[in-house]
């Protein structure tokens, strides 16, 4: 045995005991915490965890393979569209607007909302809990995917163009295995997502399944069977996450390439073309709308069309009541939803950046950030409430934990996209790892960063109305959650129009922030041609 | 019922009779004459809904050429949709939901009452206790938001200071209480109480139909259409409802135990259905289901409704509720 066969296995057992030294310190505290909140109900220790899944372990593997059959073919159909869509926006880049809208848009429709008309249209089984897994997937898949087919130096796809070839030898050749890092970072957000659309999916009526288990147990104060249920579901998100690393590492994806785009000025916009953008998306949304309604033949009684939004909000009687209602709502959300959406991405980028500089973080950082983002917020919300209130910090902390894990990801991939000759170059003057960090990994991350957080955009919309819904009960998310009990869906449609809106124009926003920023730094990332 | 599983099988309940009509060409699934209709239930599968349990495991709805599929709900499962959309013949809802979306335009009537009390309750801890609606004042409440009217009216019947109510938003969870965020839970009394007994807390509860909330609950609605159309269907459905409920009364052991083998993958516990039943039938019968049946009404019942409804902001008439069928049922 060599020194250096002996100096990496010492490496290897020192790295395994920081891992498992800092596994025991995450459950000694988490027991801790349980035992001090042991009077609230609102917290299990691991011990008590531990004991509930073996008692009960038959019914909890019945529950998790309907969970995990809906959340698979969630995953399989969402990621499909995300890759269709993306790769339809890369060859026809005429068409990557109003694309990215639509995706953007039918992502933002609330549960409360999409549970009862997939209901009524799939009836029992579980098309609803399928579909909403896929809508929970797709979008964040579809992002990143984009962002990697454009990763590509402009010189590789001159040199197609050369040979007289088009657009599809480009992606077969050059596009597709420059993205192939970006879509398996795209698949590792899918996998927790898959599952947590599916558990939210089973409450529109499911027979079966975690999410099913988790609403008995919470009516029923069994903290032990809550918090086993949410172990579980984060266990297998964490298992699905680190089997798509290790994908990766077993394929052994080549590294990324020096992109040197030269800037373009020839495709230079105006004015006027982005309004008639904006007027074709909309149109193309109001009639897709009230074609998918007509189609399925969806009673108007809970299926409003843009007619009956339009009536309701503007021509109808008491039109300005409706507003009013609806603004005042508004109101209380936006207050709520910028501050976490900030913190979040911040928390997300920092922690990525973090983990580059010290590889060991990552270890304890990203297993805990899956499944803290694989809990179901259902059962995390009381949790947060109990600590840090119904006020202004616990909504945004909701909001924060929803939307630094996509982030976090994005970016890690991203800090990982820094080319390995100016990786070299750096080592070669000794540069130490912040000034690598700031000069070389943050540029190279930039794309990832604004991929995500144009993504988390309808993401922190989505925290706060659930937000709203379970523990605050103000805002837009208790205004839509309240028509379950009044029936009032021409109120609800309306607050999804507003709220689609709205995402579309902080999305428009941080896109307009990206490609001033994009344009210094990932050249090749606002270049259509 | 096999075609239920596919996607679009529910666009109508033509449509979803003749699938049914299909699945009878399948011996093994059913006879060839039966009929297959579906029940909307407002809640997961559990005690409050033994009586259909009963009704399907005991072939009450076989008998007269009824297949009944028994749909689960959920928080994300409102049943007015599913009824107005005809997946479903008859859904469980209550006269205030009925209410307010026959003020948007669905066209229901309520036809049979499971619920005669309503089963709405203040519940509190034995330290800090709400015996009465005037203990209201000057505590901490912990409710969804959405059950605003339901206070509101409740105040105004008791003569009860609203103002000098805290409400504090909540989830349906009893957690709040037994943490002290708050000093009593606006809910049902058959769940949130019957955990918190369950897990060794003791409780004390107000039923608000015992001070004036009259709101009848889990009611059978069903649209003007099928009513004109399906009336052999409803009332059919309706005599199993009965006689299943009946069963459910005279042996509530027996139910429990059914609804907790039927359905083994909801997570039920024994020993917590029987409590939920115990609490749930006093509310379900009375005097004048003794006289005239389960599920009745009369004009007087009506007539209280109606003033309670007003109150949560409903204006009703007794065209509302439709007797008839409950009538054909029971005398049949």
Redesign the interface.
Known sequence: MTAGVLRHRQAAWGQGGARALAIVAVLALWELAARANA????LAGPVEVARYLWQ?AP?LT??LG?TLQSAAWGFVWGNLAAILLAVAVVLIPRAERVVAALALIVFCLP??AT???L?????????PQITLAALAVYYTTFLPLVVGLRAVPQSWLDLIRSHGRGRMTQLIHVRAPASFPYLIAGLQIAAPAAILGAM?G???????GLG??T?????????D?TWAIATLAAGVSILAYGGFGALVRRLRVESPAVLLTPPDHRHRRPPWRRLADIGVIVAIALVLWQATMDL????P??AKRPGDVVAFLLTGPDAAAHRATLFAAYGETLVFTLPGYLAGLALGAGLACGVVLMPGLATTALPLSVALRSVPI?AT??LIV?ALG?GAVGTITIVTVMIFFPTLVACLQGLRQTPGQIIDIFDTYASGRWRLLRLARVPAMLPAFFASARMAVPAAILAVTTAEW?????GIG?LM??????????MLWSAIVLVALTAALAYGAVAWIEAQVLAVYAMEQTVRR | MTD?????????RRH?LATGAAATLAPHLARAQDRAVALQLSW??SVQFAGSYIARDRGYWADQGLRV?L????????V???V??G?ALVGISAA??TA??V????PFRIIAVAMQKNPFTIASLPANPVNAPQDLEGKRIGM????MPVLSAFCTINNVDLDRIEV?????????L????VDCLLCWAT??PV??T??G?ENTTMIMADHGYAVHSQTYIATDDSIANWRADLVALLRGEARGWNDCRADPEAAARLTVDM???????LA?QQMQLDRQLPLMFSDLTDDHGFGWFTDDTVAANIDTLALLGRDVGPDLWDRTLLEEAHGG
């Open positions: 009077d609230s109900f609102v009960n019914l019945r529950a309907a549960l409360v549970g009862p008309i209901r009524v249209l799939f009836g029992q089984g579980n098309g939210v089973e409450f529109t009526g499911a027979e079966r099913v288990l609403i008995r147990a919470m009516r029923a104060l069994d903290v069977a399925f033949d969806l009673n009684f809970f259902v919300a009381p109990l119904r379970l523990a605050t009960g103000n208790s959650a309240l028509t379950a009990s009044t029936s009032d869906y021409n | 239920r599983h596919k996607p679009w099988a529910g666009l109508s979803f997961l599968h599929a749909n689960p709900g959920g928080p994300n499962a409102p007015e949709p599913p107005v959309a997946n205030d939901y307010a979306a003020a948007q335009g669905a969804a938001l959405a059950n504090v938003p909540t989830q349906y969870d009893a957690a709040p037994v943490a002290g965020q769940d949130l955990a918190m369950v897990q807390i359905f083994p993958d909801a997570g039920l516990d917590t």
